[in-house]
């Protein structure tokens, strides 16, 4: 799933193609939007929050789109159009009097008016990224609930919103906290200024280095380095998969001698045959594909 950087790079990107543009026309292929026309309006702005994105048209209209796993925005020049191997995955058309817009694969798309925008990001908490970054705020919110571990926290896009599953994982690395740490344990504020300056060094920077490191196979610390040693340490980083039923529970990777604290009990640690020991972080940002239909990953449970 891209993390708040991805996204707001990605506004960025298309922000360039199209503020300014008008629609010619629009084709929405999406049941619900199927009748919908943006035709004649004027693109005003191409905005991120957190891992939302917000298209605003003249007329006061909004497009909400949300990636999730794997959606994306795909551009095209004037008179161009995507090749027809792309037709299945298109979900939203948008020829200006410039560019083309694809949304692709976009599970999230849907109008509201500019001026109602709370009623699909209201509940997030401030964004990572955005002008309007609090931090006292996301700092509160954190501790509404003080037993919560400190990955799960972090991943709450009600707490603050942008961070990702790498993010999260390698700052509770970073700070030395094992990822089921109670945020009442934690320096809070630390921690989310250590997550927001790795992401906002990442939006001037390609991949999403955390170690310092661009070469290949050393850009993280435990992200994706399921049993191999961990950099400082030489320990052997653990694994752990995402727990059904809890919505913030994702994949995670720790190292336990650099990183105490609780960690789940071997009990709530699955170890089923064959069972996939984390991604190879090689293969981040291409995981969508790559995986898809792979035995036994049950995507769609965890949104
Ligand atoms: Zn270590």
């Known amino acids: 799933m891209p993390e708040g950087d991805s996204v707001w790079k990605a506004a960025r990107r298309m922000r360039g193609h199209l503020v ?18 943006l035709g004649g309006r004027s693109i005003t702005a191409f905005d991120s929050y957190g891992k939302h994105m917000l298209t605003r048209f003249s007329g006061g209209l909004t ?11 795909q551009v095209v020049g004037p008179g161009k159009r995507l090749p027809r191997t792309f037709d299945d995955e298109i979900r939203l058309v948008l020829e200006t009097d410039g560019p083309t817009a694809y949304a692709l694969r976009m599970p999230v798309l849907e109008l509201v ?34 037993e919560a571990p400190l990955v799960e926290a972090l991943l ?18 970073l700070r030395g906290h094992s990822p089921w740490t109670p945020v009442r344990d934690v320096d809070l504020r630390a921690t989310v200024r250590l997550a927001r300056r790795m992401m906002q060094h990442s939006l001037d920077h390609p ?25 400082r340490c030489g320990t052997p980083v653990a694994f752990r998969d995402a727990v059904t039923g809890k919505p913030w529970s994702r994949e995670t990777w720790w190292c336990p001698h650099c990183q105490p604290g609780p960690f789940p009990s071997l009990a709530e640690r699955p170890t089923r045959p ?5 991604v190879n972080e ?22």
């Not at 497009?63 to 925005?73: R, V």
């Open 63 to 73: 497009l909400h789109t949300h990636f999730k796993m794997d959606g994306a925005w």
């Open 113 to 146: 008016e500019t001026a109602r925008e709370d009623e699909v990001i209201g509940h997030l908490g401030p964004d990572l990224l955005g002008p309007s970054w609090d931090e006292d705020v996301a700092v509160d919110r954190l501790l509404r609930d003080p």
């Open 274 to 278: 064959g069972f996939r020991r984390g």
């Open 156 to 173: 709450d896009q009600r707490n603050l919103a942008g961070i990702g599953n790498l993010w999260a994982v390698e700052t509770c690395f």
């Open 20 to 37: 300014g543009r008008t629609v010619v026309r629009s084709d929405f292929r999406v049941p619900q939007l199927a009748t919908a026309d």
């Open 207 to 231: 991949g999403q280095v955390t170690t310092g490191n661009t070469r290949r196979g050393e850009t993280h610390w435990v992200y994706g380095r399921a049993e191999r040693p961990c950099r």
């Open 282 to 303: 090689e293969s981040f940002g291409s995981r969508g594909r790559r995986l898809r239909g792979a035995p036994g990953y049950a995507r769609g449970a965890r949104g």
